[in-house]
């Protein structure tokens, strides 16, 4: 049983993958509606809120939501789907944690020596401003809720959407494009937005594509699951800005002129198609037309999705 069958494994029922997705949706949208018809300063407001609590505090309280709805999102597929976590997670017969680490070491450490090459090539772009205590707080936080803010990312996107129209669909472009799309313009009210225009969602809707297509083609989320922790995580140990989503008591302050460069377009057309060919190679990834276009075939024993 491939990735996306695995969501015939639980309680179908339309209105299950409906009410959640216009919950979340709903939510994001009434979000977006107030920042662009009240026409508010996301950057001030941020500004004032770690003046008033501290980088730390306000990461943390920014980060909860996210620990929270993760465990939304198991509670309403095991108890309302009755389907396993195991089943949302991989069409293994196991979580496969080697993956998960393999993805978050690669990519953490392509990120951090993206990082070192930069500041060695441009260090008037940076200030260190490495405080030891306030840091060691920062990984506390960073450690402990990040990996649960990506995972909630990728639980919704990439294992209950992916399955849930992937199922109704009866193929997997549309809920790789539908996915990847939403992903990325569900960023558009963060401040890197608002500082760069919206040629910046190139790079989130590509990263939301190769999130995807990682899912698709190695049947479970796991390479997924480190590569956003990572990318997430190290980030925000390693640099921050005054002008970004996570503004941390990072070891470096980027003070550079925000510009939309190379930076937004090599990871999307360059790195992420090396990633591609390295995780094929290590994991044998064949057939990819099929993996990432092919229809959906409902298993013998299962009932097709009513509303109900």
Do not use: C
Request: proline share 4%.
């Amino acid at each position: 049983m491939n990735y996306i069958q695995q969501g015939y494994t639980g309680k179908l029922g339309m209105w299950k993958y409906l009410l959640l997705s216009v919950f979340f949706f709903g939510f994001m949208g009434l979000n977006l509606l107030l920042t662009f018809l009240v026409d508010i300063d996301i950057e001030q407001i941020m500004k004032d809120q770690i003046a008033k609590k501290g980088s730390n505090r306000f990461l943390f309280e920014n980060l909860i939501p996210f620990a929270i709805g993760l465990g939304g999102v198991f509670f309403w597929v095991k108890y309302v789907h009755n389907q396993r976590i195991r089943t949302l997670t991989t069409s293994r017969k196991k979580i496969d944690w080697k993956r998960i680490f393999f993805a978050f070491s690669l990519w953490g450490f392509i990120t951090a020596l993206f990082i070192f090459i930069d500041y060695q090539v441009s260090p008037k772009d940076y200030i260190i401003d490495f405080q030891l205590e306030p840091f060691l707080f920062l990984v506390l936080i960073a450690v402990l809720l990040i990996p649960l803010q990506t995972s909630f990312e990728e639980y919704l996107f990439r294992g209950y959407l992916m399955q849930g129209i992937g199922i109704t669909v009866k193929n997997r472009w549309i809920p790789l494009i539908f996915t990847s799309v939403i992903f990325g313009l569900l960023h558009i009210a963060n401040p890197e937005v608002e500082k760069l225009g919206y040629e910046i969602l190139v790079y989130y809707i590509g990263t939301g594509f190769f999130l995807g297509i990682l899912t698709l083609m190695d049947e479970g989320l796991e390479l997924a699951i480190g590569f956003h922790a990572a990318n997430n995580l190290i980030t925000a140990l390693l640099v921050t800005s005054s002008w970004t989503a996570f503004q941390t008591n990072s070891i470096l302050i980027d003070v550079s002129t925000p510009t939309i460069g190379a930076d937004v377009y090599v990871p999307v057309f360059i790195v992420f198609p090396i990633l591609l060919f390295i995780f094929s190679k290590k994991y044998g990834w064949t057939n990819w037309k099929e993996k990432l276009t092919g229809k959906i075939e409902k298993p013998k024993d299962a009932k097709e999705p009513d509303f109900f």
